[in-house]
């Protein structure tokens, strides 16, 4: 089981990029993490343009590529005025056309306090359904990282918040080999 960890944050000391870091750098044994920012990171996507389709920019062919080669991907994204950061939307539209997230079992985990994050999760359910990922809703889960959980080297330093992410990874794990297994 390959998981492609995927955040919706550009910043340095994100909450949403070190969750996802602590899974991958935590990951139980006999699961696969590949964290998104390790092989280019959201910044490194241009502007989306239809235009491009048939010239990749290589930033986004490393990426459908990643995604190809993941079994399942987990999203953790801030919300930016009650939707989506734009980056990371431009990071979902560039998947469209090529259909890299058509069938892909998918979930998120949100790290915003508690009564926050609605709109960002709710569009995001949106855009999952349009691409047609299979999203996988028990496997969905909310850890607060506060920011002071965060340190200077991006990492998660809270003990007990980096076991409940962890534990959220191998849930998603789980859940989604349960929905690639071959049937009998
Ligand atoms: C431009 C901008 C817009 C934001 N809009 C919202 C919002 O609509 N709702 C909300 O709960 N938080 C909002 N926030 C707060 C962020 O979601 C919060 O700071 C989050 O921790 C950012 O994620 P990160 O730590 O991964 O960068 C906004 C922050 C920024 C910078």
């Known amino acids: 089981m390959r998981i492609l960890l995927v955040s919706g ?12 870091r602590a899974m991958h750098e935590h990951r139980p044994a006999g699961i696969d993490t590949v964290w998104y920012e390790d092989v280019a990171g959201l910044a490194s996507l241009p502007a ?14 490393i990426l459908r590529a990643a995604i190809d080669a993941a079994d399942a991907v987990l999203f953790c994204t801030p ?4 939707s989506l950061p ?9 998947t469209v056309r090529g259909g890299n997230l058509y069938g ?12 926050r994050g609605a709109g960002a999760e709710a569009n995001l359910r949106t855009v999952l359904g349009y691409v047609g990922a299979t999203l996988i809703a ?14 200077s080297d991006g990492r998660v330093t ?14 998603f794990a ?11």
């Open 9 to 20: 944050s550009t910043r340095a000391a994100s909450t949403n990029s070190a969750a996802l």
């Open 48 to 61: 989306f343009n239809p235009d491009h389709e048939d010239e990749l920019p290589p930033a986004v062919a």
């Open 158 to 171: 809270d003990r007990p918040t980096r076991d409940q992410l962890v534990a959220a990874l191998a849930t």
């Open 104 to 115: 892909k079992p998918v979930a998120y985990v949100s790290v915003a306090a508690p009564g």
């Open 138 to 151: 028990d496997a969905c889960a909310r850890v607060f990282v506060v920011r002071e959980a965060v340190g």
């Open 79 to 82: 919300e930016y005025a009650g």
């Open 86 to 94: 734009g980056s990371f939307k431009n990071l979902l539209d560039w």
């Open 174 to 184: 789980e859940a989604a080999a349960a929905v690639t297994a071959p049937s009998q």
